[in-house]
């Protein structure tokens, strides 16, 4: 067949992650592949992501181009992709993930326990920024945004940094950052951890940790050598996970700009989610957990909605800004 394109962000981060995964494609599918870098508006806008329309301005574009035809397969980082379907593509390939946790990258080498009363720590995240209040509320929470190395340089000292003045809002003006450990081991930098953070202070994002791999739906068909080679790096105890954890997100109808977190793991023949609701103060927050032996996506589907109607029941839309509430 002719030259699958694979279509990515341009940043260091996805196109380090485009690259392993499109080996892998083509080691399993035989056939010639190139990664077509795709300029997103999450690429050129500045400001808290929140602000600028949240997960979907990373994936709008490399959606538009699979359909136009300009790539044949869009890799996103799943938590960057919106819950809601887009007719004529399919989420094709969820290979398997990499670490959820979030990752502390501090100075000194402490960890969030060690911190020092009203230290700065940076994050782009609703969801970080509350439950890092939740277990420090002494923290000063500073709002970031850049790429991997971009916030790690925020941090003087890390491991891997390059040698720069502080600068306030630049370099070396925070006592830490908190970033996915998954985007750290893909781009080489988990020299930069302190400490990961557990589930049981940190919920990750929906998804996070994991790649989506969508084409066109004529493409997944398993007579085809893409569909086939798609069919074959697909993960399918990843795919129940983030399953259940984006049905979750979808029925709470919650934005990026919403402290939730979510995390499902199978575990012999049963399949697990628990999730946190905070208030953006981290002052607040509502944490539940459940499980179903439905080992299916339908199984996993219901599973995070069943869920997602205790969290509303238990109150969850008076913390956060859940437009699935009804209110």
Known sequence: MATVKIGTRGSKLALSQT????????????????IVPVRTDGDVLTG??????GTG???????????DGGVDVAVHS???????????LALAAIPVRADSRDAL????????????AGASVGTGSPRRAAQLLAARPDLNIVDIRGNVDTRLGRVAGLSGNATAEVV?????????????????SRIGRLDAVTEYLEPDVMLPAPGQGALALECRTADTVLTGVLGQALAAVDDHD???AVTAERALLARLEAGCSAPVGALAWRKGSMLYLES???????????????????????????????LAEELLAGGAADLADLSGSGK
């Open 19 to 34: 690259g392993q995964i499109t080996e892998q494609l083509k080691a399993v599918g035989g056939f010639e592949a190139e």
């Open 78 to 88: 799943l938590k960057d992709l919106p819950t809601a379907a887009v007719p004529g």
């Open 105 to 116: 990258c501090s100075r000194g080498g402490v960890t969030l326990a060690e911190l020092p």
């Open 168 to 184: 306030p809002g630049k370099t070396g003006d925070l006592d830490a950052v908190v970033l996915a450990a998954a985007g750290l």
């Open 57 to 67: 301005v990373f994936a709008a574009a490399l959606r538009a181009a699979v359909l």
């Open 276 to 306: 946190v609701v905070c208030s953006l103060d981290g002052t607040r927050s509502l944490r539940l957990k459940k499980a179903t032996d439905g080992l299916t996506t339908v199984g996993a589907t219901l599973l995070g909605i069943d």
């Open 238 to 240: 990843t795919r129940l």
């Open 48 to 53: 808290p992501l929140s602000q600028m329309g």
